[in-house]
């Protein structure tokens, strides 16, 4: 069974810093590109961020370039979502989601998909 579980969400000031975690299931890990996704209320869901399997790709989406690192530790098979300079607008849920192959930013190129941690960034 695969599984994708997030940590770190929580409260946190405009302006400040978090950290997400997603923990992965073992088997799967190696040869998968791991994505950061994020839904508001109302919204649809959209990409944050991803990294190759390897870690040394990355994409980013242009509404958090420059303010989010996505990095992996594949030996703790682990990806980590770095948020800095929050603001109000960045509140949502955040899904880790895994996908077979090249790195990608469309939701429905993702099989696996966590349940998601909430972040609310207050202003």
């Known amino acids: 069974q695969v599984q994708l579980v997030e940590s770190g969400g929580g409260l946190v000031p405009a302006g400040g810093s978090l950290r997400l975690t997603c923990a992965a299931s073992?088997?799967?890990?190696?040869?998968?590109?791991l994505g950061w996704f994020r839904q508001a209320p109302g919204k649809d869901r959209e990409f944050v961020g991803a990294?190759?399997?390897?870690?040394?790709?990355?994409l980013y989406a242009d509404s958090v370039k420059g303010r989010v690192t996505i990095s992996r530790d594949n030996a703790k098979n682990t990806v980590y979502l770095d948020m800095y300079s929050l603001k109000p607008e960045d509140t949502a849920v955040y899904y880790c989601?895994?996908?077979?192959?090249?790195?990608?930013?469309?939701?429905?190129?993702?099989?696996?998909w966590g349940q998601g941690t909430q972040v609310t960034v207050s202003s």
């Open positions: 989601a895994a996908k077979r192959g090249l790195i990608g930013k469309e939701t429905y190129e993702f099989d696996y």
């Open positions: 990294v190759s399997w390897g870690g040394a790709g990355t």
């Open positions: 073992g088997r799967f890990f190696n040869g998968y590109a």
